[in-house]
């Protein structure tokens, strides 16, 4: 699998954004996805995720409320959309694609394949 990110930019603090990844191979529905962000300086931490199926999300607390992860397995993409952005939101950030179509993980070192990371810079 191969994961292309897109849709970052620079937005006021308030605002909002969506994230795009698109996949390339034929079983996109096999694989959980993920969105992982990474600040200058900091690991790279969990966003969201959601099941092969879609029918499952999870999400990192300091997102849970603000944004929403998706997917259609039949343009092979997931988003990201991002509302309410703070500052502290500035990051590079990843998608990422885990075997385990089931149970999506939090864990970085559960996800097989990355895309090249989009950056989101949020001002006050």
């Known amino acids: 699998v191969q994961l292309q990110a897109s849709g970052g930019g620079s937005v006021q603090a308030g605002g909002s954004l969506r994230l795009s990844c698109a996949a390339s191979?034929?079983?996109?529905?096999?694989?959980?996805m993920g969105w992982f962000r990474q600040a200058p300086g900091k690991e790279r931490e969990f966003v969201a995720a959601?099941?092969?199926?879609?029918?499952?999300?999870y999400y990192a607390d300091s997102v849970k409320g603000r944004f929403t992860i998706s997917r259609d397995n039949a343009k092979k993409m997931v988003y990201l959309q991002m509302n309410s952005l703070k500052p502290e939101d500035t990051a590079v950030y990843y998608c990422a694609a885990e075997g385990d179509r089931w149970s999506p993980s939090d864990k970085t070192y559960e996800y097989d394949y990355w895309g090249q990371g989009t950056k989101l810079t949020v001002s006050s």
């Open positions: 191979g034929r079983t996109f529905s096999m694989y959980a």
């Open positions: 959601i099941s092969g199926s879609g029918s499952s999300t």
